[in-house]
């Protein structure tokens, strides 16, 4: 069956970078649409960005230039690079898995997603 694990998350300072990571299992990354999604307390989920096969990428405006979301194929993982985080970025963070290749929808639609991680929590403190 699919599984998604994240890592990477933890507390950091404004300004701040962290990388996050989601293996993936019996799940092949290359091949699909896959996306980092948010929550933070009190919050609807919420999109962060997206990429396809062949590799285009979709951004929420809120993180777009900050946050670079790239696979390694070879390792079957995704990544969530952020820079320059803000306090606003704290959330849990989750990653998303598609049997699309293409984002229908981008960032903004969740629906296309099948399969979701447990979730990594980044705080980000001023």
């Known amino acids: 069956q699919v599984q998604l694990v994240e890592s990477g998350g933890g507390s950091v300072q404004a300004g701040g970078s962290l990388r996050l990571s989601c293996a993936a299992s019996?799940?092949?990354?290359?091949?699909?649409?896959m996306g980092w999604f948010r929550q933070a307390p009190g919050k609807e989920r919420e999109g962060v960005a997206v990429?396809?096969?062949?590799?285009?990428?979709s951004y929420a405006s809120s993180v777009k230039g900050r946050f670079t979301i790239s696979r390694d194929n070879a390792k079957n993982t995704l990544y969530l690079q952020m820079n320059s985080l803000k306090p606003e970025d704290t959330a849990m963070y989750y990653c998303?898995?598609?049997?699309?290749?293409?984002?229908?929808?981008?960032?903004?639609?969740?629906?296309?997603?099948?399969?979701w991680g447990q979730g990594t929590q980044v705080t980000v403190s001023s």
């Open positions: 998303a898995a598609a049997l699309f290749s293409t984002c229908w929808g981008g960032y903004r639609s969740q629906r296309q997603f099948a399969y």
């Open positions: 019996a799940y092949t990354v290359s091949s699909y649409c």
């Open positions: 990429i396809d096969n062949p590799g285009g990428t």
